[in-house]
């Protein structure tokens, strides 16, 4: 059974900091893929960020410079280094993880939902003024 567990998550005064961790296991095949996403209360799920074997990332607009990825050396833990919360960023964020290779990407450059096979629980992280 493959399971994403996020943790990290919490609440913080605008422009803090907070680090997203996700831990990947049940993984029959090493995932190629593991990514951030987030929705907000009656908003879309958005794309935020992505690594891909071995270094390859993207970034959704909105977090580029503040929210960096990263993969140990198994590629089944992620982070997602968040800095200068904004208001705009709070929500559950979502850790997703896929074993296929091909990846699409927003407009806004952050990884597509549909492209992940797996997902977590998600953990909420609420920015307050």
């Known amino acids: 059974q493959v399971h994403l567990v996020e943790s990290g998550g919490g609440s913080v005064q605008a422009g803090g900091s907070l680090t997203l961790s996700c831990v990947a296991s049940?993984?029959?095949?090493?995932?190629?893929?593991m990514s951030w996403f987030r929705q907000d209360s009656g908003q879309e799920r958005e794309g935020v960020a992505l690594?891909?074997?071995?270094?390859?990332?993207r970034y959704a607009a909105s977090v580029i410079g503040r929210f960096p990825i990263s993969r140990d050396n198994s590629e089944n833990i992620v982070s997602l280094k968040m800095n200068g919360l904004k208001l705009e960023d709070t929500a559950t964020y979502y850790c997703?993880?896929?074993?296929?290779?091909?990846?699409?990407?927003?407009?806004?450059?952050?990884?597509?939902?549909?492209?992940?096979?797996?997902w977590g629980q998600g953990t909420q992280v609420i920015v307050s003024p």
């Open positions: 997703a993880a896929d074993v296929r290779r091909g990846f699409q990407t927003t407009r806004a450059g952050g990884p597509v939902a549909s492209d992940y096979s797996n």
């Open positions: 049940g993984f029959t095949q090493r995932p190629y893929r």
């Open positions: 690594i891909a074997t071995p270094d390859t990332t």
